[in-house]
């Protein structure tokens, strides 16, 4: 079963729009990344953040981390065409030596040129 | 080309038979992640090794599947008697502990399996 929850499920916008996608979790992390899968291929580590980190920011993306609420939120600025793409959110848990990543089900982005 | 890398890409089998699929991680990273990715989900979490060492095991993983890495380089994972239910992407990750806080995982392309 996974963490997360990605929402929405699906968003379509104009190319130079802003994207938000927001993201859910379970746990107490250590914590939360994002990432891009364009159609069949692998994953593109975007950006991540601490969970003592509330905001974060990378070229066109925003990130927030609200703990309280276990939620995150990705916004991508001024989009274009060629940010078309699944976005996931992982997230880490507090004390787990394995670091490994527990992802949401993304959000799938299409954007019109 | 110094990143993750997958073989073979894509595997087409019939159902009841063994395949195996390698990893190729970036050359210094001395973790290696598995996991499987299903249509429309994110990935799941398989298991991981770090070094030739493999210290977790997530219940996905079905005694019909082994994972090796043995001289703590590239990695092999192997379904045995596959079923269609194991038709997925599979996807291998890498990093290096150590580095910063983040421990970014590096992802290879995915092997797609598709069992007939």
């Known amino acids: 079963s996974q963490q997360g929850e990605e929402d929405p499920q699906a968003l379509s916008i104009q190319e130079g729009e802003n994207a938000t996608m927001n993201c859910s979790y379970k746990t107490s992390i250590n914590n939360l990344q994002w990432y891009r899968q364009n159609s069949g291929r692998g994953l593109v580590h975007l950006i991540l953040?601490?969970?003592?980190?509330r905001e974060k920011h990378s070229g066109r993306l925003r990130v927030t981390l609200d703990t309280s609420k276990k939620s995150s939120s990705l916004l991508i600025t001024a989009s274009r065409a060629a940010d078309t793409a699944s976005y996931f959110c992982a997230t880490v848990a507090r004390m787990d030596s394995s670091y490994k990543l527990i992802f949401g089900s993304g959000t799938r982005l299409l954007v019109r040129p | 080309d110094t990143g993750v890398s997958q073989n073979p890409r894509h595997k087409i089998t019939k159902r009841g038979q063994n395949v195996t699929f390698r990893c190729d991680p970036i050359s210094e990273h001395n973790r290696l992640y598995w996991y499987r990715q299903t249509l429309g989900q994110g990935p799941e979490f398989l298991t991981y090794?770090?070094?030739?060492?493999?210290?977790?095991k997530s219940r996905l993983l079905s005694d019909r599947f082994s994972a090796e890495r043995p001289k703590g380089s590239f990695s092999t994972l192997e379904i045995q008697r596959t079923e269609q239910g194991d038709s997925a992407m599979y996807l291998c990750?890498?990093?290096?502990?150590?580095?910063?806080?983040?421990?970014?995982?590096?992802f290879g392309p995915g092997t797609r399996l598709t069992v007939l």
């Open positions: 990750a890498s990093s290096l502990i150590g580095q910063g806080l983040t421990d970014e995982q590096f």
């Open positions: 090794f770090q070094n030739e060492a493999q210290l977790e």
């Open positions: 953040i601490r969970s003592n980190e």
